[in-house]
């Protein structure tokens, strides 16, 4: 390690540590619509590329948040989950929505000393996969895995001086910030292929502008020339006249993945040279996409267990657990038995961008009562699925429109995936020490050099 490191505990570069308010001093009884923010687990990301979501808060009244005060974090403290997920590290940026929040009753708090630590340095370093298989494997408790604040405050850190960890810091940040960027600009592009899947196939805007007599807005004369002018009865109720109601069965062949016994070992790995095999938490994970899976099956799992294999561009659903998460495979893969596949059929007129915005819009609330939802879905259930198909002209129209969109944001999620790798290969060697950003930056340079010299006069 570089001359200038050393190791420290984390209380010798602590301003201040804390635990969340105690057990039911802050229960849901408490929460309200609006006021003070609370952190909970569900709010702290194990992907390093996501800080804090600020989506999913709850709140505490100003009142109720003063009894909290010792709780509370602000701009640069880290939060760390003690009960549970204890692997889970947030960090309190200036993108931050709010301007303080406070922790729950399972989480800790660390204000840095900012005369000897760098908050986003910390991040990165907690959040790394080493230091997280360290905390894990360093639990107390059995069927509650726990990291209590004493364990924290001891924690060692490889520490060099501060304008080294903020150097460090701002290389891992500028990868993130364009990841993070990346993420925003696919929402836009799948928020406005969804508003037009909304107007033409929920709202059905085309047909009740013909039926009043009028020309659909933004919309050409031959494309408004497809659609109907009138509205029947369906299973689904009003549709345009002329389209149809079927089956997800009756639209595609819904296939339905399987899990090796989970005892021999032999049958999974995490080599990506076996066949990536996904589960809920990486469908959770995707975007638009999936093309990353942390685990993967060998070729004999799947011929032994014949685990189907679900090609590139199909839809996928999850089930059981946790209903309705929706992806589009990019690469062949398998999946495990809580999610499902639809192969579209060659006659069905739409493909699996219609397929996709469907389903994300679906009320999976029509298949079982709100109570059992997330456990009594079975697979039938899924099969039978209604959709809504409409004629084919409409369906090759608003392909033509938004593949460009979907393409688009493929492209965009490659490219955060190849950013993700040179983050995550950076991150143990930055640090470690045994690379520096010093050596980063002189790269740097060479390539701008090396690009200018080459550049025609």
């Keep these: ?43 702290l990301s194990q992907i390093v590329s996501t800080r804090l979501d600020d989506n999913g808060l709850v709140f505490v009244s100003e009142e109720k948040a003063r009894e909290f005060s010792r709780s509370e974090v602000r701009h640069g403290d880290l939060v760390f989950t003690c009960w549970g997920t204890i692997d889970q590290v947030g960090l309190i940026d200036s993108r931050a929505k709010y301007e303080r929040y406070i922790v729950s ?48 405050r001891s924690f060692e850190i490889p520490l060099p ?34 508003a037009l899947f909304q107007s033409w196939f929920v709202d059905f805007d085309p047909v009740r502008a013909k039926l009043d007599g009028c020309q659909p807005s933004g919309m050409d004369t031959a494309t408004a020339d497809l659609f109907p002018d009138s509205f029947e009865e369906s299973a689904l109720g009003h549709i345009p006249k002329g389209w149809e109601v079927k089956t997800a069965h009756e ?55 014949r685990v189907r294999r679900i090609p590139d561009n199909t839809v996928v659903l999850s089930f059981k657990l946790t209903m309705g998460r929706v992806a589009i495979t990019d690469g062949e893969m398998l999946s495990n038995e809580a999610i499902a596949h639809f192969r579209l059929n060659p006659e069905t007129p739409f493909g699996s961008a219609y397929l996709y915005c469907y389903l994300k819009g679906f009320g999976f609330d029509q298949l079982g009562s709100t109570s059992s939802i997330a456990t009594a879905i ?18 090759d129209a608003f392909e033509r429109m938004i593949s460009p969109l979907f393409a688009q ?29 010093s050596v980063l930056e002189n790269a740097e340079r060479k390539d701008v050099r090396d690009h200018e010299e080459t550049e025609p006069d």
């Design 105 to 152: 009753n399972k989480q800790m708090l660390l204000t840095p000393d900012d005369s000897k630590a760098d908050s986003l340095y910390l991040y990165y370093y907690f959040a790394s996969p080493d230091v997280r298989s360290q905390i894990l494997n360093e639990g107390i408790g059995s069927s509650v895995p726990g990291f209590n604040l004493g364990q924290l």
């Design 378 to 395: 079975n697979s039938d259930m899924v099969r039978g699925i209604k959709i809504l198909v409409p004629f084919r002209e409409v369906a």
């Design 161 to 194: 001086p501060l304008p080294e960890q903020k150097r460090i810091a701002e290389v891992l940040g500028a990868l993130d910030d364009k990841i993070e960027l990346n993420r925003r600009m696919n929402a836009t592009l799948e928020a406005t292929a969804r």
């Design 409 to 437: 944001m493929k492209s965009i999620q490659k490219q955060s995936r190849t950013l993700a790798a040179l983050r995550d290969t950076l991150l143990p060697k930055l640090l470690t020490g045994e690379l520096s950003v």
């Design 251 to 305: 639209v595609s062949t819904v296939g339905i993945g399987k899990t090796p016994p989970r005892k021999e070992h032999h049958w999974f790995s995490e080599n990506p040279a076996d066949v990536p095999w996904m589960s809920i938490r990486d469908l959770g994970e995707a975007g638009v996409f999936i093309s990353h899976t942390s685990e993967f099956l060998t070729t004999e799992a799947v011929e032994q267990f």
């Design 1 to 43: 390690m570089a001359g200038e490191w050393k190791t420290v505990r984390v209380q010798e570069i602590a301003k201040r540590t804390a635990t969340g308010p105690f057990g039911s001093a802050i229960s849901s009884k408490h929460f309200t619509d609006s006021g003070v923010p609370v952190i909970r687990g569900s709010n």
